[in-house]
């Protein structure tokens, strides 16, 4: 789903710009988690909310930071070492924390990250990145992996109420930073209905990635969640006909192996 969401998202800003779509698909999601808390009910607490103003806050500063590097840099480079370190940030923190994965999970985890690494990949290009483009796709992994890891700090039995917190500190974020750019949030002509639609399969991801950590390992989790760039490339290949490099072939391959390699123990 949050490859999905990635593809529809790509789409909605061929005919808006970028922070019209962030802000107007986060409050569709927000719309969509608000809509779901009776169904799927946790007791809200303090606690809960501030790990989601938490990581809705790193979240957006990811995304910020990544749209930054993007800007700068060349997306051959930022994109593999924005999805790399989001992927490994919350695998070094499960270690750290004391998670101790089988084996064959970790040659999965290890797997997984070169997966993460062909799939983001690019046609290559003789252009080189600054060294300050790559710090920014630096930080906007950073970011994005601290969503995984702040979200999945919030007490047991807090529902949706995480993600209730993180949508308000993302959209208030991304909100001031459009009037403080002065930057228009009125959608493109017909496109508000694939915006919304980015927004709730956004959300929709999201609570999937909140009920699956709470089952299992946050280094085991995190880092399958971080394969989601493989269905965008799927999505763009079958859907808009694009191209597949080699190298990114092999990453898809790579990820199918590391799912089984991880989902086996």
Do not use: H
Request: aromatic residues 6%.
């Amino acid at each position: 789903m949050y490859g999905t969401a990635d593809f529809c998202g790509g789409l909605a800003t061929r005919r808006s710009r970028v922070l019209s779509v962030v802000v107007l698909s986060q409050i569709a999601g927000f719309a969509l988690v608000l809509a779901m808390l009776p169904v799927l009910p946790g007791a809200p607490s303090e606690a809960a909310v501030t790990w989601g103003l938490g990581a809705g806050l790193a979240g957006a500063a990811g995304l910020v930071l990544f749209y930054r590097a993007l800007a700068t840099g060349v997306m051959s480079v930022v994109a593999p070492t924005t999805a790399v370190t989001s992927a490994a940030l919350p695998v070094l923190f499960g270690l750290i924390s004391g998670e101790r994965p089988a084996a064959v999970q970790l040659v999965g985890i290890a797997l997984a990250l070169l997966s993460v690494l062909l799939v983001s990949r690019s046609p290559a290009t003789e252009q080189r990145s600054s060294l300050t483009s790559i710090a920014t796709a630096l930080a906007a992994g950073a970011g994005f992996g601290g969503f995984f890891i702040l979200l999945g700090q919030a007490p047991e039995g807090s529902g949706l109420w995480p993600l209730v917190g993180a949508r308000i500190a993302s959209i208030s974020l991304v909100v001031l930073l459009a009037l403080v750019t002065r930057r228009t949030l009125k959608p493109g002509e017909g496109a508000l209905g694939i915006i919304a639609l980015a927004g709730v399969l956004d959300m929709a991801a999201n609570v999937l990635y909140l009920l699956a950590e709470q089952e299992g390992l946050l280094s085991l989790v995190a880092v399958l969640v971080s394969l989601y760039p493989a269905s965008t490339l799927v999505l763009a290949r079958y859907v808009l006909g694009e191209r597949l490099q080699g190298i990114q072939v092999a990453g898809v391959a790579f990820a199918l192996g590391a799912v089984a390699l991880i989902a086996v123990a």
